[in-house]
């Protein structure tokens, strides 16, 4: 099996594109990693110039970039910090060192999508997002809810689904969380955002098919009456076979 | 608000509607009078656009944080109306019934804490339950989308009608509770309500008792069912066991399409999270909570899931066995747990080339007075102490951080030789490729892994420790071998005296039976493995007590026989010592611990017999020891101690000198019956003894006249003629 990921995703738009936007109904994403920097951001930016409503976090304890070596991480605060702030220390510190690893490109990438890295464990689901019209991906997020949250690593989706146990889903609002294994590395990163987007499309397809059927009755047991939900499972597993060397998992759960 | 419908076409509607809730999204005060003005237009005969719209707005307001449940109070009995009619007017589009479930999901514990308050108005109450049993009607046959609604409106009823331990995080409405709700309500009848709940629970668990394969619907039940468990003590059993006989592998049979892949894997993880999670924050599952004893099952289950799960996905198992190999050998940087640097106090000048002497190498002060402080002169003892108490509150970080100053020092030293050169350059990274470094730098973990398992990360650490080869570190091995340790032999012991070793015997001893109190008594379950039983082979109280005898009986046996015959009034040997603490050990509780004095005298008498057969004139035990235990419980015996009687049957050698000890109880007029009734067991059972037995029980009736009636009894049967020979003598 020579299958490489995204290989018989023909139908991609340009690298980094920025697409024209169809309108419509849209599905709202969340995406998320360790330190809301590298992989949650590459997803992020990939999904707002598709025209999705993103927003993006962070599930570590601290944000952690390299430092020069592997003992000395620069270590920030979530929430606290801007990307512009860390970009210009990092700048300072050593420009070369910064900008041989990528992680200034990296910064200056994030500081144009949103102010600063947010932490998951910190958001308040349903909070309304009035403050950051600036951000990438705004429109549509306003309610502060999203309807899938796409992790990037094993241990953050543990990590969501875990604080989500413990906020005891007080909104009543369901949400498919799903986890696509990306290595931490630019080059797996940009693949992974690519990925990422070609999920997107195909839920949002999904459910822009269930809000076209209108008039027949949702008890009706015919065929080609599956709802959005029920469909997400079949949905990751064509993407699966599409991107077979990015594992993913699925659970629905609660907001 | 409500713009003249008609005027507008459905699309234009839309583009208001939305800006109207962009304007209570940002004003937060506004969203009465929005969602009120909105509902005119929102109504069941509304065209479809404009109910799904309204019926997720309405599910999104009712469910906002911002509005406390008082705020909320008032725009959800506003609301009631409307949902009941989008549930019950007829409408069957999936999307507006899966958000109205939403939204009346949301109301419910809103609606019941303000009828609690204000139980005048049960219209209300009365529209919430239509709402709900219109819910429960349809749950069965709704399209899964609306199911999902239906399981989550059925766990707020669950939530609102259990009652609470108080332990829900503060999120309005969650703790909306039974013991909220007064007995005075007539219509809010606890008991009826918590049955209705109790039904509704199962009705939800039913989805896992069926073993059903719908992943969309078990994962929606086991991801609502977290806060029950965590905060109504009344499910949390039930839920348990019910995930417990759960098995989400069970699709795993039929052929592994994509999406049955994809569904297995998504069971099997949920119901793990779920666990792990209650495991973790669940107060009630660690170590002293109520449900403590489950936790055992609980981490079983969790781990034949996970077994069974690599067993399934073979490929991934492989392939998370090499990663994990790979890690182990070289050291998994990226989950290495490491601190943010602290800016280092001290700083360590490398020396300058030069000859320097130790002292220099191991200065890291700059200060010149201190720099030459001879330290030798403190006299060891002090220094010893100062050196223990630095060591205790010096920060760990320094310390590394000095240590690792001085060795750059000593490698500066070192005349590099070519080994050394090639495994520093080695060591040095390549040149880095900014596209695939890794970014992901040490996590720590906080909110991910259980540790489960600490012990098993220790014994991890050292198992790595032990493989890894020897730490010679090269500059100490070349050139300078002035730097080497030696080998190092400690000192022998001094000669230990006689005297001073039994001094040293005394406490030694006396440790020797502080096990005793914490050992359990292994009780008399436990089949006797008979003759052929090894002693001292199970770890309890009996054998560490069989342990002690034979140390008290043998341990110097043969050794110090005759000497110790010398030494009479020299101070205790080891084995007395341990004799004298197994008599008292005895006697703290001589009628629980008869069986040890047993024991313990069998083990004399044994050893007497092995003296004997030696030949050697050694000192025997067994009949003095057998002496001083009887005189030490004998003035306490009351007529209820049976124990005496298994005692004079159960010892290994009776003689007379005993016997005559048992005439003292008699008397006692209340003991009499006792001792002739051992006397007799004797008789009975035990024929060696049966001379000395009867010898006994005539002295008895010789010497003590309120005895005379039972012992007559027992010497007519068992001595006949003994009493006529007596009374005829004392005739002539």
């Known amino acids: ?255 | 608000m409500a713009a003249p419908a008609q005027a507008l076409s459905v699309a234009e509607q839309l583009v208001q509607l939305q800006a109207a809730r962009k304007l209570a999204l940002s004003t937060p005060a506004y969203y009465e009078r929005i969602v009120k003005g909105v509902l005119p237009i929102i109504g069941p005969s509304a065209p479809i656009e404009l109910r799904r719209w309204g019926a997720e707005f309405l599910a999104e307001s009712l469910a906002t944080p911002v509005l406390s449940i008082q705020e909320k109070e008032s725009l959800t009995l506003a609301v009631l109306g409307t949902l009941q009619a989008l549930l019950e007017g007829g409408d069957d589009d999936s999307i507006v019934l899966k958000a109205s479930i939403a939204a009346a999901a949301s109301s419910y514990p809103v609606i019941v804490r303000w009828i609690v308050n204000n139980s005048y108005h049960t219209e209300s109450w009365e529209q919430m339950t239509a709402i709900k049993s219109r819910i429960l009607r349809i749950w069965d046959n709704a399209p899964p989308p609306v199911k999902l609604s239906c399981i989550k409106f059925a766990q707020r009823v669950v939530l609102a009608q259990t009652a609470s331990n108080g332990q829900e995080a503060r999120a309005p409405g969650l703790d909306v509770s039974l013991d909220k709700i007064p007995a005075s309500i007539t219509f809010l009848d606890p008991r009826r309500m918590e049955a209705e709940a109790t039904g509704l629970l199962d009705r939800m668990l039913g989805v896992l008792q069926d073993n059903s394969s719908d992943a969309l619907l078990v994962d929606a039940t086991l991801n609502c069912l977290s806060i029950l468990i965590r905060t109504r003590p009344s499910t949390s059993n039930r839920i348990i066991n019910c995930i417990l006989n759960f098995n989400p592998l069970k699709l795993a049979n039929s052929p592994m399409t994509p999406k049955i892949k994809v569904l297995v894997k998504s069971m099997e993880k949920t119901t793990r999270m779920l666990l792990i999670h209650i495991l973790k924050r669940d107060p009630s599952y660690q170590p002293g909570g109520p449900n403590y004893q489950n936790s055992g099952r609980i981490q079983q289950y969790i781990q034949r899931l996970e077994r069974s799960r690599i067993e399934i996905f073979d490929e991934a198992g492989r392939k998370r066995v090499l990663a994990d190999q790979t890690a182990a050998q070289y050291g998994d940087a990226k989950r290495q747990k490491t601190e943010a640097p602290v800016a280092a106090p001290v700083t360590i000048p490398p020396l300058p080339p030069g000859p320097h002497t130790y002292a220099a190498l191991y200065t890291v002060t700059s200060n010149p007075g201190l720099q030459s402080f001879d330290a030798t002169q403190i006299p060891a003892p002090l220094a010893s102490r100062v050196v223990v108490k630095a060591l205790a509150s010096i920060d760990q970080r320094v310390l590394d951080f000095t240590i690792a100053g001085i060795q750059n020092r000593l490698k500066t030293f070192q005349p590099l030789s070519a080994t050394a050169a090639a495994v520093a350059a080695a060591a040095q990274p390549g040149a880095i490729n900014a596209a695939t470094a890794p970014l992901g730098v040490d996590e720590d973990d906080d909110d991910y892994e259980p540790n489960f398992n600490a012990a098993e990360d220790t014994e991890q650490i050292l198992n790595k420790l032990d493989s890894a080869p020897p730490e010679v570190s090269p500059e100490l091995g070349e050139g300078n071998a002035a730097l080497g340790l030696g080998p190092f032999t400690l000192p022998p012991p001094p000669l230990i005296d006689p005297e001073l070793a039994t001094k040293l015997a005394q406490p030694a001893s006396s440790r020797l039976f502080g096990p005793l109190s914490s050992l359990k008594e292994e009780g008399a379950r436990k089949p006797r493995a008979g003759i052929n039983r090894l002693a001292a082979s199970s770890y309890d109280r009996e054998s560490w007590l069989a342990v002690l005898a034979r140390l008290s009986t043998r341990s110097t046996g043969g050794i110090q026989d005759v000497k110790a015959e010398n030494a009479g009034s020299g101070p205790l040997a080891l084995n007395e010592i341990i004799r004298e603490m197994l008599f008292n050990y005895i006697l703290e509780d001589w009628r629980r611990r008869i069986e040890v004095a047993v024991a313990w005298l069998s083990e004399e008498w044994y050893n007497d017999q092995l003296t004997k057969r030696s030949g050697s004139w050694g000192p025997l035990h067994y009949e003095r020891c057998a002496l001083r235990l009887v005189d030490g419980f004998i003035n306490y015996i009351t007529p209820q101690d049976k124990v005496l009687t298994r005692f004079l049957a159960e010892i290994p050698e009776l003689n007379r000198d005993l016997l005559g000890r048992m005439k003292l109880l008699c008397g006692d007029p209340t003991t009499v019956n006792l001792t002739l009734t051992s006397m007799l067991y004797l008789v009975m059972m035990r024929p060696p003894a049966r001379e000395i037995a009867l010898d006994t029980v005539a002295e008895i009736w010789k010497e003590f006249e309120d005895a005379r009636p039972l012992a007559a009894k027992y010497l007519v049967k068992w001595r006949p003629g003994f009493i006529e020979s007596q009374t005829a003598g004392a005739a002539t």
């Open chain 1, 1 to 255: 099996m020579e299958a490489t990921n995204g290989s018989s995703a023909a139908a991609m738009p340009p690298q980094n594109g920025h697409r024209e936007d169809p309108g419509g109904f849209k599905l709202k994403f969340c995406t998320v990693c360790a330190s809301n920097q590298n992989r949650s951001m590459e997803g992020h930016l990939r999904l707002a110039l598709a025209n999705y409503p993103v927003i993006s976090f962070g599930t570590g304890s601290l944000v952690r970039l390299p430092g020069p070596t592997i003992t000395q991480p620069n270590v920030y605060k979530f929430n606290e910090t801007s990307y512009d702030s860390i970009y210009r220390e990092l700048d300072a510190k050593d420009p070369r060192l910064y900008r041989a690893n990528g992680l200034l490109n990296m910064l200056g990438r994030n500081r144009n999508i949103k102010w600063g890295p947010e932490r998951w464990q910190d958001w308040q689901i349903g909070m309304p997002r009035t403050k950051q019209q600036t951000d990438k991906g705004y429109e549509g997020m306003e309610a502060g809810v999203a309807d899938v949250v796409i992790t990037c690593e094993e241990r953050c989706w543990d990590a969501v689904i875990d604080d989500l146990l413990n906020r005891g889903s007080p909104l009543n609002r369901a949400v498919h969380v799903i986890n696509i294994d990306i290595k931490d590395n630019h080059e797996e990163a940009s693949v992974g955002g690519r990925a990422i987007v070609d999920l997107a499309d195909s839920l949002n397809k999904v459910a822009v098919e269930e809000r076209e059927k209108t008039g027949a009755s949702a008890f009706d047991s015919g065929s080609g009456r599956e709802g959005f939900d029920e469909r997400v499972p079949e949905v990751l597993g064509e993407w699966q076979e599409r991107w077979p060397h990015l594992p993913a998992t699925w659970t629905l759960a609660w907001f």
